[in-house]
């Protein structure tokens, strides 16, 4: 049987669309983008397409793009590009960093590391769904606050944070929002004027495109200091060759989401699975996360008294997620799941399962027909707890 993949949130396969428009640019167009001759025409013209289709996902201009390595040098640009300008121009003031309190490593430990150099990081918790309530942010802003950084959709349960309401409190004091939108980009419609980002960061393998590839989206007007130094590349924001292979291949992912979105399809999918697992185990299996203001591919469930770790080896040829794959395989609770109050008991059994373009009906009742018979050879709650 073949393996069930239902570990999108961690990383997706590259789209039949994206490996064809990626293949001329392996074999005839090899010139540096910034040459100006025959040789670099083909990879240049290129690159100016790839950026003008990341822009129209985004609903941004082209000049708004930065191409990166990916999400997390995406999120190490915004944040230490916004705090290091402001120490060059406010010396001896100490810059201010408001996040929540369940950013993506690439986020909290360069606040982290940040803060370890003299700035101040007020982390904003989140309530029992994973969503933060604007107001504490709000109330969190000093004069010296330079940046808000929150994720517009958590990694793990797939909740989407109230993007709107905090941009309007950012403007109202000057405030630059950063946003890490990586899980939510061609999952759900992301755009930088309806979210009121003016920072926001997109990875490449996360949207069908290829690993090692993302974009910084800085808004017209704003500007923030390079993480990576050298020539003029990137119109003098991010130094380094282009790579007009990869990028082409995120133009294209980003082509495929805003053509072909499957957002309605995989909600049905995985509300018709939290359904069946809600029949099947009752009080016995809990969702992780909002109800409706979620990724629509997203469903964490714990099945309490249970080991996940425990679940998934069991599950055949299936791979799925205890969460977040940067914490994969640790048998201490979600930081994120920790955050939301969520009770030792419940969150050590918790599963990330994350649906994709080629996740099917079949698929899913597979899985369910697995989770039926392990759990009904399993000891109960109270005496695998």
């Known amino acids: 049987m073949r393996g069930i993949y239902l570990d999108y949130n961690a990383s997706t396969p590259i789209a039949p669309e994206v490996a064809a428009a990626m293949r001329p640019l392996l074999t005839d167009h090899f010139g540096n983008p910034s040459s100006g001759h025959w040789a670099s025409n083909g ?4 690159l100016t397409w790839a950026r003008k289709q990341v822009a129209a996902l985004l609903g941004a201009a082209p000049s708004e793009i930065v191409f990166t390595s990916g999400g997390s040098e995406a999120n190490n640009h915004a944040i230490k590009g916004v705090v290091t300008r ?3 121009e406010h010396p001896g003031k100490t810059p201010h960093i408001i996040c929540s309190a369940i950013e993506h490593p690439s986020v909290a430990q360069v ?7 003299g700035a101040q990081v007020t982390r904003i918790g989140v309530d029992a ?3 933060i309530d604007p107001t504490r942010i709000a109330q969190a802003i000093t004069d010296d606050t330079v940046l808000i950084t929150v994720m517009h959709a958590n990694n793990e349960v797939g909740t989407l944070q109230p993007l ?8 109202q004091h000057a405030i630059l929002l950063h946003s890490d939108a990586a899980q939510s980009v061609g999952k ?4 930088v004027d309806d979210l009121g980002a003016d920072l926001l960061t997109v990875a490449g393998h996360k949207l069908y495109g290829p690993k090692g590839i993302g974009a910084l989206y800085i808004r017209d007007g704003v500007t923030i200091d390079a993480l990576v130094h050298g020539a003029g590349h990137e119109a003098g924001r991010r130094a380094g060759t282009e790579s007009a292979l990869l990028a082409v291949g995120l133009g294209a992912a980003c082509e495929l989401a805003r053509r072909d979105p499957c957002a309605e399809r995989l909600g049905e999918l995985r509300d018709g699975f939290w359904q069946r697992l809600s029949d099947a185990f009752g009080e016995r299996v809990v969702l992780n996360g909002h109800l409706t203001e979620r990724l629509p591919n997203t469903l964490n469930v714990s099945f309490v008294g249970q080991q996940s770790h425990d679940i998934l080896a069991r599950l055949d040829g299936v791979a799925a997620s205890t969460g977040s794959a940067c914490h ?6 979600s930081g994120v799941l920790a955050a939301m109050g969520i009770d030792e008991h419940v969150a050590l059994g918790a599963i990330r399962f994350s649906l994709g373009r080629g996740t099917d009906q079949a698929q899913i009742d597979r899985v369910v027909e697995q989770l039926v018979e392990i759990l009904a050879a399993a000891p109960p709650a109270s005496e695998s707890s």
């Open 43 to 46: 990879a240049a013209e290129a």
């Open 86 to 88: 402001a120490l060059r």
């Open 111 to 117: 606040c982290t590391t940040l803060e370890g150099l």
């Open 129 to 131: 769904t994973g969503r």
């Open 164 to 171: 709107g309401a905090i941009a309007t409190i950012a403007k």
């Open 188 to 191: 759900v419609p992301v755009l």
């Open 328 to 333: 994969a395989g640790s048998r201490t609770i």
